[in-house]
């Protein structure tokens, strides 16, 4: 008898099912460890421990599953298909988030025209020992080839075993969800942050999760109607700030410019490396008589980051939860800045050195209703002058500035810059400055970058200066997104000399700089909170046109009605009062949670940021600007628009 029990423990461990039984452990560890170690989940308790080691059992033994249902040794290759393609998720979800500090979604796969502009960026993301992720698998392929696993030709498990197994992979997560649930209420349901969704649900049922938002949010506009706009319109009227007499008009005809600070964030605002100021024009902006500075202004991209702070920006309405509406909605109808000021007699640009089809730009620019559209084909690209998302700074300004003057005054015109972008390289003959000494290379080079975007920001000044547009201009500079992202934490506490960087603090430090010059305008520091969802509206009280019929989800920051709740994309919030995050709320000033008295006021806020969310996802997903057009506004007409370059403009 103990013989038998002996050849049959041999026999699982040698047949197929011993087989996947292995690869589900593998790959269940291997999973584990990654979850653990490569994404940045804030387990704050054993039970949220215990579900980051529980999620990938019940995706492996499921997914795996299906290897039975193959015949002979079509099951043996099945297994190793499916657990290469669950290995390779895993690892894309890694380099992704190593970049983006966030994960895959699937429309994300569709943004495939950017994927030759940020290959450069690939090598800087890889790790020594990322061959480690893949080892497993060529361990369960050596077993098959040297025949240490006798390859059955013959099924080993068959109907109610094998649906057995299912139901028990079932099983597990759904005992996952429950216990998810109870930690995390209503997770699915309110699931604006994908870091939650992985945490507890683990990184293949976030994948599906994923992909059932994504196709929901694709029936959306199918399924909209005229009905859907006039709730949304109710809902932003009755959200209005009306606008500051002091302020409304004061820019009136004026032309606008738009600089984008990219990558740049609050806190090098007066930094100093080794004693020298990182920043010294843009500082000197907060002291100068006729500029603005908001010291509270946030970004609220997602993970279309620059194409996200553009959207934003430009319609006062939020990025997507998933993928960029860049990409996905370029064929939406908009009521974008460039529309509304071309019917006021503006004539619209965008200048950026790079191709045109990156974030799809020269598509839904012509929804936005620009006039031009200056991309890589209307520049010089030297190959000593080029960044690894196009060209410099310096040399991008300083063409810039010939292609502006060509332009019909008014104009409304908005300037992409690059070089300040991660990971942050810069030649020696460029930098100006000495790196930081953190020892993380992104984090010191980022330093550098920022001098040399702010030397090329001092140099364009001059340029409009010279140009005689600098005195009849409004100058917008805004940063669009952060650049040194949580996994540099480390370094990030030698930079700010904190003993911790903790979530509050994460939160804090998407605070990004926004300088607004009207000229003859009082200046002067602004402590009101903001984001970019509230830069139309503030742009077209100074231009004296009023918003009130447009459907914006921001408010005009000088407003004495401003809303200074500030939603992000996943959710969280921050307020002069109160701040959510990851879940939890905190006090503003001291960054301690907040005492239970305070729990009912804080969740109050919460439902309102989900709604503003909820409803302006409504409007984009559903295309509900189709069936209203404010009084006095006409739609866009996107055959107007051709942004080839042609032997005039050459010329």
């Not at 907040?594 to 729990?599: G, P, R, S, T």
């Amino acid at each position: 008898m103990k013989k038998n029990i002996l050849k049959r423990g041999q026999n699982i461990f040698t047949s197929f099912f011993g087989f996947y039984l292995l690869a589900v452990f593998l790959l269940w560890m291997k999973t584990f460890i990654s979850q653990s170690t490569e994404f940045n989940l804030n387990i704050d308790n054993s039970l949220q421990t215990f579900l980051l080691l529980l999620n990938p059992l019940g995706s492996a033994l499921f997914f795996l599953g299906f290897s039975f249902l193959g015949k002979g040794k079509k099951r043996y290759r099945r297994l190793l298909i499916i657990y290469f393609l669950m290995s390779f998720l895993l690892y894309a979800n890694i380099m992704y988030y190593r970049f983006f500090s966030d994960f895959i979604t699937l429309p994300t796969l569709f943004q495939t025209q950017n994927f030759g502009d940020v290959s450069g960026s690939i090598t800087s993301l890889l790790k020594p020992y990322d061959f480690l992720f893949f080892v497993d698998f060529f361990v369960l392929v050596a077993l098959m080839v040297f025949k240490v696993i006798k390859v059955e030709t013959t099924t080993s498990l068959r109907g109610i075993k094998v649906a057995a197994l299912f139901a028990f992979a079932i099983l597990i997560s759904a005992v996952n969800l429950t216990l998810a649930e109870a930690d995390r209420p209503q997770l699915l349901t309110r699931g604006f942050d994908r870091h939650y969704i992985v945490k507890y649900l683990g990184m293949y049922n976030y994948t599906i999760y994923d992909a059932v938002q994504s196709t929901k949010a694709s029936t959306q506009r199918a399924l909209a109607d005229s009905n859907d706009s006039i709730e949304v319109i109710n809902y932003t009227k009755a959200n209005y700030a009306e606008p500051n007499p002091e302020y409304f008009g004061v820019g009136k005809g004026m032309n606008v410019i738009y600089l984008h600070l990219e990558s740049m964030q609050n806190f090098l605002i007066d930094y100093k490396v080794n004693g020298e100021e990182v920043t010294p024009f843009l500082n000197s902006l907060t002291k100068e008589e006729n500029t603005m500075y908001f010291d509270n202004f946030f970004h609220q991209t997602a993970q279309g980051k620059t194409a996200d702070a553009e959207f934003i920006l430009e319609n006062s309405m939020y990025g997507l939860p998933q993928g960029s509406a860049f990409t996905t909605k370029g064929m939406n109808t908009y009521q974008a800045a460039p529309a509304i000021l071309g019917q006021q007699g503006y004539t619209s640009a965008v200048f950026h050195g790079n191709s045109g089809s990156f974030w799809n730009r020269n598509e839904i620019y012509k929804s936005f209703g620009y006039n031009h559209f200056f991309d890589s084909s209307f520049y010089q690209m030297n190959s000593e002058d080029l960044a690894e998302y196009g060209l410099m700074d310096k040399p991008f300004y300083e063409q810039s500035a010939d292609l502006i003057d060509t332009l019909p005054q008014p104009f409304y015109s908005k300037f992409i810059t690059v070089t300040h972008h991660y990971p942050y390289k810069i030649s020696e003959e460029d930098a100006t400055i000495a790196p930081h000494t953190t020892g993380d290379r992104s984090v010191d080079g980022y330093f550098q970058t920022a001098r040399y975007a702010d030397e090329a920001l001092e140099q364009f000044f001059n340029d409009l200066k010279e140009k005689g547009l600098y005195d009849n201009s409004i100058i917008i500079m805004y940063g669009d997104h952060y650049g040194i992202s949580e996994n540099h934490n480390k370094a990030m506490k030698q930079v700010l000399e904190k003993e911790e960087i903790t979530a509050f603090d994460n939160a804090s430090l998407q605070r990004v700089p926004l300088f607004i010059r009207v000229p003859g305008m009082e200046g002067g520091v602004k402590h009101q909170y903001g984001g970019q969802i509230d830069l139309l509206p503030t742009l077209l009280h100074l231009l004296g046109i009023d918003t009130k019929e447009y459907v914006q989800f921001g408010t005009d920051l000088l407003s004495e009605q401003h809303d200074q709740v500030v939603p992000f994309r996943n959710g969280d919030f921050v307020s002069p009062t109160i701040s959510s995050v990851d879940g939890k709320f905190y006090d503003s000033t001291t960054g301690v949670e907040v005492a239970e008295d305070q729990l009912d006021s804080a969740k109050k806020l919460q439902d309102i940021v989900e709604e503003k969310l909820a409803t302006s996802d409504k409007v984009v997903n559903g295309d509900l600007l189709r069936f209203y057009t404010p009084p006095g506004f006409e739609p866009v007409d996107r055959s107007d628009y051709n942004y080839l370059i042609d032997e005039e403009s050459a010329e």
